[in-house]
């Protein structure tokens, strides 16, 4: 669908990394959310967790992603590729390498 698009540019944020509660069975096949590839040229995707893994919950209202996306997207002068630059930093940062 994002193909068909007449957009310059996409940008998806996903931060539905979670393990699935209601989920039988827990196998390293059917964990986190699987890799997903937008077209190159036109689309971004922000994940909060790599393919096959779980994003943390955090401590506060919202979680290490959701608040670094949320702190830089409203930073001005700063370039998309350098904000998921930073957002990674500072997830890493606050996740101590989780």
Do not use: C
Not at 30 to 47: D, H, K, M
Not at 75 to 94: M, N, Q
């Amino acid at each position: 669908m994002m193909g068909e698009s007449k957009s310059k540019l996409n940008i998806i944020l996903l931060d539905a990394n979670r393990n699935d509660p209601f989920s039988v069975k827990h196998t390293p096949d059917n964990q986190g959310l699987a890799g997903e590839f937008a077209p190159i040229g036109q689309s971004i995707v922000g994940f909060a967790a790599a393919p096959g893994s779980f994003a943390l919950d955090g401590g506060g209202n919202n979680n290490p992603y959701a608040a670094a996306i949320a702190w830089l997207l409203i930073t001005p002068g700063i370039k998309i590729e350098r904000t998921f630059s930073l957002v990674r930093r500072v997830v890493i940062k606050a996740t101590k390498g989780s």
